[in-house]
């Protein structure tokens, strides 16, 4: 009985190792759609901090508006080239 349950756990267990780094590219994503739709609502007059490593510092809006975008943009390119690898080996069968 134990044999028959691991037996179908490795397969499972692969699927599930290659859907986690998509999941935490899309919390990523998320993160940064969250932070860029908060910054919006501020008035532009306003100072933020922005968190690097263990220190905070001192911003304009405007910078660590341009700053999350950038992250969200290279965020949204390693997700497509993660779908682009997924998708090969497919192809090739």
Known sequence: MAD????SLPSKNNSVAEEEPKLEL???IRRHEVAI???NH???????Y???C???FRKTIKTVMASE???LDLAKAQLQEFDAVLKQPQ???
């Open 4 to 7: 028959s349950s691991s037996r």
């Open 26 to 28: 899309l919390k990523k």
């Open 37 to 39: 739709s908060e910054l």
């Open 42 to 48: 501020l008035q532009p007059s306003r100072t933020v």
């Open 50 to 52: 922005q968190q690097n």
């Open 54 to 56: 263990n220190i905070f």
């Open 69 to 71: 975008q950038k992250h």
């Open 91 to 93: 192809k090739q069968k």
